[in-house]
C-alpha cells in the first residue's frame, strides 16, 4: 500500500520551493523556482523508476509501461505551478500522489495492462498570464497561436517567457496527444472548500468541473484635479468600476450557485489628488451550470453598460477564457466509489467550484477526480491544509482507483 511518510515529506520539501516571507508559495510558470520544483519532482519520478521526459509545452511526466505497451494509458495528472503566496497542496498533492501511487506498484511488483503515466502540467494556475491550463491545453492540441500571446504583467508573453525557459513555442503542438493514446484522465486535487470537512468525510468523489469565464473591463472616464472639480461634473472611472463591482457580487448572489470574483484592478493614474481616469477589473464567473453562469453574466454587462452610459464612463469587455462546465466520467466515479467502499469510507458526491487541468483533458478522454477533505475550506492562501492522513486515504482510493482502470489480468 501506498506509503504515507514519504508522500509528506516530498509534500514538505517541494513547499519549500519559491516559499516566501508571507508563509506561502510563489511559484509561476516558466520562472526558475518552477523549474526546480519540475527538477525536484523529476528526481521522484527516478526514484519510482519510471521513464522522465518533458514535452513541447514544458509538461513533465513519469511513464511506467504496461503489459501491452500499446494500450492506451491511464493518465494521472495536476500542477506544480501556484498562486502568488499560494498553499503547499493546490496541485502538488495529485503530482506527488501520483507518483506515490506509481512507486507503489513498482514496489509491489504489480503488473498492470496499461500503462500509467503521471504528469505535473505547465501552468495550470494562470497566476502569471491570467489565462491558465497552459499545458493541459497543449495536451489537447488545443494550444493556439493567440492563447500564446497572453502577457505577463510586464508585458512578457506566453511565447517568450516560454524561449526565456528553453522550449520551442513554435513546436508546442508537438505536445498534443491522440485520443487513442489515453484511456483515463485521473486527478488527485484538494477539495479546497468545507463540503467534506462538513460531511466528516476524509475524501470525496468529484461529479464535474464548474465552467469558468475570465473577462477584462475597462474603464474610461476623465483624470482631473481632486480638489476643483465638483461631485457633479466628473467622470471618474473608478467610481464606475466600484458600482459595477457592487453588481457582480448582486447578480452572482442571486443565482445561488454561480460565483464572481474582482480579484485585479489598475487604476490609471492612481494619485492621492487624481479623479482615477481609466480601471481595468478582471472578473472570474463561474457555475457548474453553463446556462445560469451566462444569465448572469448578461445581466451583469446589461447592467453594467447602464452605470457607465448614466455616469459618462466608456466601458469595454475583453474575453481571456470561456470554458464550458466538464463532467466526470460516470465510469470513472463508480471505480473510485468503489475504492471507497473497499476502504470503509462513505462515497460522497461533490461537484468542483475550482478549475482544474482535468477540464481540458475531459476532450481527449473519459475524466475522473478525487478530493482531500481541507481544512477550513482555505485554499489559494497560505493556511491551505489538508492533514498527512486524509492526504494519504486520498492517495490509497487513487491507488485503488489506478489499478481498477489500468488493469490486472
Ligand atoms: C485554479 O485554481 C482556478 O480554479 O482558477
Ligand atoms: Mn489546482
Ligand atoms: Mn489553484
Redesign the pocket.
Known sequence: MVDGERLWKRLSELAEIGKREEGGVARFSFTPEERAAKNLVASYMEEANLAVREDAAGNLSGRREGRDPDAPAVLIGSHVDS?SNGGDF?GPLGVLGGIEVLQTIDEEGVQTDRPVEVVAFTD???ARFSL?MIGSRALTGMLSREDLRHEDRDGVPIEQAMRDAGLDPEKVGDAARSPASLAAYLELHIE?GKVLEGEGLPVGVVTGIAG?VWLRLSFSGEAGHAGTTPMGSRRDALAAAAEVMGIVEEEAASTGSTVGTVGQIEVRPGGINIIPGGVELSL?L?DIDEAVRDRAEGRIRERAEEACGRRGIGLSFGELQRLPPAPCSEEIRASIAAACEREGIRPYALPS????DGMHVAELCPMGMIFVRSKDGI??NPKEWSSREDCETGCKILYLTVLDLAGQT
Open positions: 498562486v493546490d495550470e494556475e494562470g491558465g479546497q469558468p472570474d463561474r467550484g475550482a478549475g482544474h485554499s489559494h
